[in-house]
């Protein structure tokens, strides 16, 4: 993705609460690896359960508040998928992570959304390693650029209908 400025990340959250107006930027922000990552995603340091991620969509900043849900103890032994970078992971490297809709209505408040995540936040890691080639395959460079393609727009998506909870409540009334 391209640099952005601290000022664009900050406004690109869809789903800040009304108490939440503060975006926390991450100590290494100004060594941010633009060019390998397809989000910008951190942990709020004061606050490791929020993480923020920061894509862009049609050249805009578009970026998601999440937090981290609880263990889920039944699901311990199992490997699980990330849901942006599709890497099966041990089950302590993905976690769940909702996204609280935006919403002015009290009754919406628990409207969220679930997205498996690289606990880390680094799908980045993943996207960049190498495949193993067969003969016909595509290049490698070439593998890399559809994987991130399909990141890029699985994250967009998600974001996307993230806030689009809140254009469907407008219209209702
Ligand atoms: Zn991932």
């Known amino acids: 993705m391209r640099p952005m400025t601290r000022e664009e990340v900050r406004a690109s959250?869809?789903?800040l609460g009304p108490t939440e107006k503060k975006v926390r930027l991450p100590a290494w922000f100004d060594d941010a690896p633009w060019h390998r990552i397809d989000y910008l995603g951190w942990r709020d340091m004061r606050a490791p359960k929020r993480a923020y991620l920061v894509t862009e969509a049609d050249d805009q900043a578009?970026?998601?508040l999440l937090r981290q849900a609880p263990n889920d103890a039944?699901?311990?032994s199992r490997a699980l998928m990330c849901d942006l970078c599709r890497s099966t992971r041990r089950f302590n490297e993905v976690s769940l992570f909702t996204a609280q809709r935006p919403s002015r209505d009290k009754r919406e408040r628990l409207n969220t959304l679930g997205l498996h995540l690289c606990t880390d936040l680094d799908c980045a890691v993943k996207m960049h390693t190498k495949p193993i080639r067969q003969?016909?395959?595509p290049?490698?460079?070439d593998i890399i650029a559809t994987r991130r393609?399909?990141?890029r727009s699985r994250t967009i998506a998600f974001i996307r209908s993230v806030s689009d909870a809140?254009?469907?409540t407008r219209r209702q009334r």
Request: hydrophobic share 45%; aromatic share 4%; net charge negative.
């Open 139 to 141: 290049l490698v460079d």
């Open 166 to 168: 809140q254009r469907t």
């Open 62 to 64: 578009l970026g998601v």
């Open 135 to 137: 003969t016909f395959d």
């Open 149 to 151: 393609e399909g990141m």
């Open 74 to 76: 039944a699901h311990t």
């Open 13 to 15: 959250i869809v789903n």
